[in-house]
């Protein structure tokens, strides 16, 4: 199938062209021509993007005020609401994620998602996030106390098939009780808990709100700090020094400080003058160079999957081209959580396509309402009914030749 014509937006900037999908993939770029028989659907007004990669979501998590309703969930029904979240966030343009955890809910869902069983993004899984004891996340994450728990605390997560780990090392804004300034791990811990991980071939993601505590996770070696609310120039410097990436999921306060009335007293106490210097913190990062990958945390209070797109625009809002906004939640974000062969439109990478109605570049908002989603060249979702059922009629036809074809080539009588 040849997608024609289109305004083509990824890490290589913004140019008009064609994109060839075949068996899933996305086979060739540029100004190409059809081959024989092959389908052709002319785009002229469209701009293709990347598929969306959020680098941190929440299946576990619908928005609730609080954990509470989660934390009673048996198993089968978090899998199903699970199973609901990724495919909204699917159908939202999202084809690959990092899924922060629970149980082991995201590990065995990334698996039935890869085998087809149920619609969703593709997905880099943890099991539980590792924590200190009675720290942020317990309700859902492995307590740990000392540097050799924290060891069998990784080995646990990567044997039920994690992919990363995560560890809390500050408090959090949803936990009552812990304090989001406060370093919650020792240095013992935390060097144990990114040896362990990395030896184990597994990245390590820490949240972290507190100066103090992305740095102290820093020099330990971690990979990605998730929120980084209140950096200082020196964890900036440290950042960028280490090539570690921040995930900034500025659309997590962005939700609770625009639903103040109904979130909890202890979330409304935390979140006060939170928003103003997580994005302060936030434009110091870009300003400095600091690699940065979108990431939501969708799921916390307010926060809803399938509106992740947003997110670019709280980065470009806040600091970043509109373009670089776009890459850091496609290329950057598939590439910080080991996510292969997506979030570019090169040759070779799968055909996760987010088709648009105008050039994201010129405005952002187009991104939260796709006209057609695909993933591994199937559309998936998006809203041009009539458009998605010209691009699944043209490869059903292209399915239609290659069966034809290589009937032909069977009953050719061999030589
Ligand atoms: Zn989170």
Known sequence: MLLCDLTLVDGDGVRTGDLRVSDGRIAAVGDLTADGDESVVSLPEVAAVPGLVDAHVHFSLSGERTVDDVVGMSDAELALVEARNARRTLEAGVTGVRAMGARDVDVRLRDRIDVGDVPGPRMAANC??????????????????????????????????????????????TTPGTDPDAVALTDDELDALVDEAHRRGMHAATHAHGAAGVKAAVRAGVDTVEHGTFLDDEAVDLLL?????????????????????????????????????????????????????????AGTPFNMHGANAAEAEFMAEYGMSPLDAIVAMTETAADAVGLDDQGTLEPGTYADVVLCAADPTDDLATLNDPAVVLKGGDVVGGSDYELRDAIRDAGRDDAAVSRTAKGARDSEPAE
């Open 241 to 297: 020094e280490t090539e570690t990436t921040l995930v900034p999921t500025l659309s997590a306060p962005y939700h609770i400080v625009r639903n103040m009335d109904a979130a909890t007293a202890d979330v409304q106490r935390k979140t006060e003058h939170v928003y103003e210097r997580h994005i302060e913190s936030f434009g110091r990062a870009v300003e400095a160079g600091v690699r940065v990958a979108g990431g939501t945390d």
């Open 128 to 173: 539980r996030s590792i924590t200190a004891t009675g720290g942020h996340g317990h309700h859902l994450g492995r307590e740990i106390t000392g540097p050799v728990d924290a060891r069998k605390a990784v080995r646990e997560q990567s044997k039920q098939g994690a992919d990363f780990i995560k560890f809390m090392v500050t408090g959090g804004v």
